[in-house]
């Protein structure tokens, strides 16, 4: 019996030993755990400052896209006008010239000028 007893405390020891490791383990764990999560929480913060500062970015480049496309715009429409304008005046100066010169008699005819159109100052 005396040989049972001193198996179990041996047993009851080396479980108190076991015991004491990994609770020492899991301290020592703890603490890494500890600074891992505090190194990972400073990376989100960083991360999510680089996503505000490319919300920012995205956000200006959408706007200067948006002014260049609408000063684009107004030049295209500015440069119709003045082409429209300018194919009226040129139509207007043909026909200047063609109707004279259909009805045979008015300045500018081939009639007036002996045959040859004259070409007058516009």
């Known amino acids: ?3 049972a007893i001193a198996a179990y405390q041996t047993l009851y020891e080396s479980s108190i030993a076991f015991g004491m490791r ?3 383990m ?3 764990g703890k603490g890494e755990m500890e600074s891992h999560i505090t190194t ?3 990376q989100i913060k960083d991360l999510e400052r680089q996503v505000q500062e490319w919300k920012l970015k995205c956000e200006a480049i959408e706007k200067r896209e948006a002014e ?3 000063s684009e715009m107004k030049k295209h429409k500015e440069e119709v006008a003045y082409l429209e304008n300018y ?3 040129l139509k207007g100066q043909l ?3 063609v109707t004279p010169a259909k009805k ?3 300045p500018g005819s081939a009639a007036a000028a002996g045959g040859q159109p004259v070409m007058q100052a516009a």
Do not use: F, I, N, P
């Open 22 to 24: 990994k609770a020492l």
């Open 95 to 97: 026909e200047a010239y």
């Open 1 to 3: 019996m005396r040989m």
């Open 40 to 42: 990972m929480e400073g």
């Open 104 to 106: 045979g008699a008015g």
């Open 26 to 28: 899991t301290e020592q």
């Open 87 to 89: 194919a009226k005046q």
């Open 68 to 70: 260049r496309r609408e």
